[in-house]
């Protein structure tokens, strides 16, 4: 009988040993209660696959979580994954409970699998149920970057009690309808596709015909299957410059033999159809009342939405409190590249200097002030508004963005004709034509079969399609079908911050055609670098919920939408804008028909005219302070 209870106290312990060997996470396992694979039930009986860490020496901790559609398993591929370990010991080391749950439909939890985790009661009885544990003070925060942000705000807009805080990172991509911006999740740019979302859906969406396991497993069996059984599809490799290329859009996954999923349904929406209003997306008829800490980059995809969606929730926040901390931060990197600063920072081809930052300091003490009634001094000194200016590649604050000093200058398109290339004749002058001062127009012929490509820029998710970031575009301006307008330069020190409006008029032969516009830096040594781009779709200048087409001769007065920058732009700088009517892959190719984008696969070849005089004064409007 002794041999038979001294077998199963070793039996006992044995069971006890973590499945985890690897440093982080025993060292985890002596600071935290460590839960994996827990079911968390949603209002309609589907289970959500969630991890919990809370810290030991604390009897109710506050919350730090994070959502996410991506693979956070403890095994990927047969191998222990150490990430989520060393994230959850950061956090519970500073009294914070951790806890990381997969979207609906995603790698081990139950159902089917929507774009921004949708239902959004998802969200709402996900705090629900971590807020009301025994180990929660009842108190929870939102921490994530890019699709661990960008649910963030409309699951927000319920209304939780128990959400105290929220910090979403490169979130854009969740910012429906803001404003004179109505990009439905990085899905349009001025009614233009953003193919950044072909590309990450291709890897991500779920066939439903996929494996999937059998709801309503245990706990203990979903642990041991996490072992060996990740649940991560294997895509074959694919060129993503292959893959945008091809025509029609509605069937660029299809053609590729990819995972059939929300790409097909999706793709066909045009920018107001009301699908994009029943989604995970936060448009802003929606109320907001959470202080946020709002992060976001130069070079993200969505900086123009993001920086805007921060003013609207300022201004329109349902209570003082939520209205009076509000704060922004603006670093001068790619897309959740905030932490990859270094002490010479390049970003593309340019340097920007030392953009390093503390940033868990203002994170972790942004939460401790709201989730733990701490007040730390980083955060009750922090400025409104932090951003870096580019250029001087300093940090600055302000009050409001655009800084309240700033003034709109307009500077006016001019040629006389040959604006085409580098070496033409465009210029940008502070006064517009007049009879005194002819300025012709100028022609970009547009082929649909040979688009410019998109060099740098603000982009994320793209693959070997775009490289993002600042580059010399020289390279590029040799193109008969980009126009050119440079100011003379600076004679002193100029800083550029705000945003940055256009306005063009064109004449075309097509019913349709796109325009794009890139803002751009010259250096004394003649090298120009990109600093943000925008396109409209000429159909929707008129706005989004109807299609507007061309006639021949008529000349339209067309609104792009607004970009963002802070550039210093030193004496001897020049400041440039490029115009042409295409930048793909970043956006999808119009084909100038006039009919269904996304479904035609021949294009027609567009004369665009660019008016730039006394009747039809272009103009570009540059913040200066």
């Known amino acids: 009988m002794r041999h038979v209870l001294t077998l199963l106290l070793l039996l006992s312990l044995c069971t006890r040993v973590p499945a985890q060997e690897s440093d982080a996470y025993l060292e985890l396992a002596e600071i935290a209660h460590i839960e994996q694979k827990v079911m968390v039930p949603m209002r309609d009986g589907k289970r959500l696959a969630t991890d919990v860490y809370h810290p030991k020496n604390v009897d109710k901790a506050p919350i730090i979580f994070s959502r996410t559609p991506y693979q956070f398993n403890g095994y990927v591929d047969g191998e222990e994954q150490t990430r989520t370990y060393e994230t959850a010991h950061e956090m519970v080391s500073r009294g914070f409970a951790y806890v990381v749950q997969n979207e609906r439909g995603r790698y081990f939890s139950e159902g089917e699998w ?82 950044l979302f072909t590309s990450w859906l291709y890897q991500v969406q779920h066939d439903p015909l996929a494996p999937r396991l059998q709801e309503g497993l245990s706990q203990a069996d979903l642990q041991r299957l996490s072992r060996f059984y990740d649940m991560a599809p294997e895509y074959p490799e694919i060129s993503s410059t292959e893959l945008l290329a091809t025509l029609p859009v509605r069937d660029i996954i299809k053609a590729k033999q990819g995972p059939t999923g929300v790409y097909e349904e999706m793709i066909v929406r045009k920018p107001n159809d009301p699908a994009w209003y029943e989604g995970g997306l936060y448009h802003d008829d929606m109320p907001y009342d959470v202080p946020t800490f709002w992060f976001t980059s130069w070079y993200d995809v969505s900086i123009s939405p ?87 590649n300093e940090w600055q604050t302000t009050t409001a963005w655009p800084p309240p000093d700033v003034e709109m200058v307009d500077f006016y398109l001019s040629s006389p004709g040959n604006a085409n290339t580098l ?203």
């Open 114 to 195: 929507d774009i921004l985790g949708v239902p959004l009661t998802d969200g709402y009885d996900a705090i629900e149920w971590m807020s009301t544990q025994p180990w929660s003070n009842g108190n929870v925060g939102l921490l994530g970057c890019s699709s661990t942000a960008e649910w963030q705000m409309a699951v927000a807009s319920m209304g939780h009690p128990a959400l105290k805080a929220a910090v979403p990172m490169g979130y854009g991509a969740g910012v429906g309808r803001v404003g004179d911006f109505m990009e439905q999740g990085n899905w349009y740019r001025g009614g233009a596709q953003q193919m």
């Open 306 to 392: 993001n920086l805007a969606l921060f003013n609207h929730v300022r201004e329109n926040a349902e209570s003082e409190q939520a209205r009076e901390n509000q704060y922004l931060w603006i670093a001068p990197t790619l897309h959740c590249a905030y932490q990859r600063a270094v002490q010479n920072t390049i970003v593309g081809e340019r340097s920007v200097g030392d953009a390093r930052y503390d940033y868990d300091a203002l994170i972790y003490g942004f939460f401790d002030k709201w989730l733990k009634s701490d007040s730390p001094e980083i955060i009750d000194t922090l400025a409104r508004v932090t951003y870096y200016t580019m250029g001087s």
């Open 423 to 625: 070496y033409g004749a465009g210029t940008l002058v502070r006064t517009p034509s007049s009879e005194e001062r002819v300025s012709r127009p100028d022609t970009i012929v547009y082929d649909p079969m040979n688009p410019v490509k998109s060099y740098g820029g603000n982009v994320c998710c793209t693959g070997d399609a775009v490289k993002g970031g600042s580059f010399d575009q020289r390279v590029m301006e040799a193109r008969n079908d980009i126009l050119v307008y440079t100011t003379e330069s600076f004679a002193e020190d100029t800083e550029v911050s705000g945003f940055v409006e256009s306005t063009l008029y064109l004449s075309s032969d097509a019913k349709d055609t796109d325009l794009t516009l890139k803002l751009i830096v010259v250096e004394e040594d003649g090298s120009a670098y990109n600093l943000d781009e925008t396109i409209q779709r000429v159909r929707y200048r008129e706005g989004y919920d109807k299609e507007v087409f061309m006639e021949p001769g008529e000349v339209y007065e067309v609104e792009l939408t607004p970009m963002s920058t802070s550039n210093l732009f030193k004496a001897g700088q020049r400041l440039r804008v490029e115009v042409s009517s295409s930048n793909f892959p970043r956006f999808d190719r119009n084909l100038n028909t006039g009919g269904d984008n996304v479904t035609e696969t021949e294009g027609v070849v567009a004369r665009n005219v660019i008016h730039h005089s006394a009747e039809y004064p272009s103009v570009v409007r540059v913040p200066v302070r």
